[in-house]
């Protein structure tokens, strides 16, 4: 069986993560056709294609001429790519459609204005009607997607993210800093809520000496820079990393790892430091934190946007679970075992 891959881009969050590591998966059981994006990945030579286009309007034609000579019998569409199941409908019959959503659209769609909002559910819905198959990462997603009326249960499966063989055999590495501390891996999204972050580690700086790191997030954010300048932080106290290639060692050798998310799908960042062992500090928000949680014990929620409570949990002690351990709760989310499910649903 052969499957092809549509994404605008394979570098960047927890989804374009997942996905490139599908497609290498793919590609070493001879199952890969083509990965589709924008703008290529030189990992994949000869099965790499260009759209030109991030977004799925732009790139309709010419994934329309190139998925027509194009071998895969069944499809993989994430992200704004979703939307060229459309193209699937009209220009290859009998193709298996599968989409992968990354969010609960409940809570996304409380993120947009009213025309934004509209626009969402209206190409969501036809991505869903035209695909014969739904992944979603929670149980959470899958309520919030019957609840909106997106798409009917019989079409969704829930499959968690999964743990990269990788992370298991990363260790030991050098610390990135001298100094102590706190890990947030995340862009800056309005769903991700890191001013919240920077106002709770501004409460603290002056009870710790732990530091606040920011991968994922440039430099020169304007809005990273101003909630800081706004908070009065120290200057050197907070760290922006921009797009960080490799987060493992930048996860082994923190104090805790925190994300204050408004919602989550579910979380690859915090999944990669459950599998070292962290202690996590997180929000209690709708998706996939509680399902993560129920399996792996080392964590602490607060409530979304409460700045007093995120603060006092940012200065727990570390205390990191030995990686046997860590390794024993999350068997359940094996790279082989997870890849096998979305293969398994890919050839039907």
């Known amino acids: 069986m052969m499957i092809s891959i549509a994404i605008p881009r394979t570098t960047g969050g927890g989804a374009e993560v997942f996905t490139r590591q599908f497609a290498i998966w793919l590609k070493s059981k001879g199952n890969l056709s083509k990965i589709y994006t924008a703008f290529g990945d030189d990992h994949f030579k000869d099965e790499s294609v260009s759209l030109g286009e991030l977004r799925?309007?732009?790139?309709?034609?010419?994934?329309?001429?190139?998925?027509?000579?194009?071998?895969?019998?069944?499809?993989?569409?994430?992200?704004?790519?979703?939307?060229?199941?459309?193209?699937?409908?009209?220009?290859?019959?009998?193709?298996?459609?599968?989409?992968?959503?990354?969010?609960?659209?409940?809570?996304?769609?409380?993120?947009?204005?009213?025309v934004q909002a509209i626009r969402y559910w209206l190409t969501t819905r036809i991505s869903c009607a035209i695909a014969?198959?739904?992944?979603?990462?929670?149980?959470?997603?899958?309520?919030?997607?019957?609840?909106?009326?997106?798409?009917?249960?019989?079409?969704?499966?829930?499959?968690?993210?999964?743990?990269?063989?990788?992370?298991?055999?990363?260790?030991?590495?050098?610390?990135?800093?001298?100094?102590?501390?706190?890990?947030?891996?995340?862009?800056?999204?309005?769903?991700?809520d890191l001013p919240t972050l920077i106002s709770a580690f501004a409460n603290i700086q002056r009870m710790t000496d732990r530091h606040l790191v920011l991968a994922g997030v440039s430099a020169d954010d304007p809005l990273i820079l101003r909630s800081i300048a706004d908070n009065k932080i120290e200057p050197g106290r907070v760290h922006c990393l921009g797009f960080v290639d490799d987060v493992f060692p930048l996860i082994e050798h923190a104090e805790v790892c925190t994300l204050p998310s408004l919602f989550e799908g579910f979380s690859n960042f915090l999944l990669e430091a459950a599998a070292y062992g962290k202690k996590i500090i997180a929000t209690d928000c709708p998706g996939g934190n509680a399902e993560l949680f129920s399996r792996y014990p080392?964590?602490?929620?607060v409530p979304i946007g409460d700045i007093k409570k995120l603060g006092t949990?940012?200065?727990?002690?570390?205390?990191?679970?030995?990686?046997?351990?860590?390794?024993?709760?999350?068997e359940d989310f094996s790279e082989d075992q997870i890849y096998g499910k979305y293969f398994s649903l890919l050839s039907k």
């Open 56 to 114: 799925a309007a732009g790139a309709f034609r010419s994934f329309w001429n190139k998925s027509s000579i194009d071998h895969a019998k069944s499809y993989l569409l994430t992200l704004g790519y979703i939307n060229l199941s459309v193209c699937l409908l009209l220009n290859r019959k009998n193709t298996n459609v599968v989409i992968r959503l990354c969010n609960p659209p409940n809570e996304e769609l409380k993120l947009l204005n009213t």
């Open 132 to 192: 014969d198959h739904i992944i979603v990462q929670s149980e959470h997603m899958k309520r919030s997607m019957l609840s909106t009326a997106l798409a009917s249960g019989k079409k969704i499966s829930v499959i968690n993210n999964p743990i990269s063989d990788k992370t298991w055999e990363i260790r030991n590495t050098k610390r990135p800093f001298e100094f102590p501390y706190i890990l947030c891996a995340s862009s800056n999204k309005p769903q991700k």
């Open 313 to 330: 949990a940012l200065l727990t002690e570390r205390n990191d679970l030995v990686i046997s351990q860590a390794k024993l709760l999350l």
């Open 298 to 301: 080392n964590h602490k929620t």
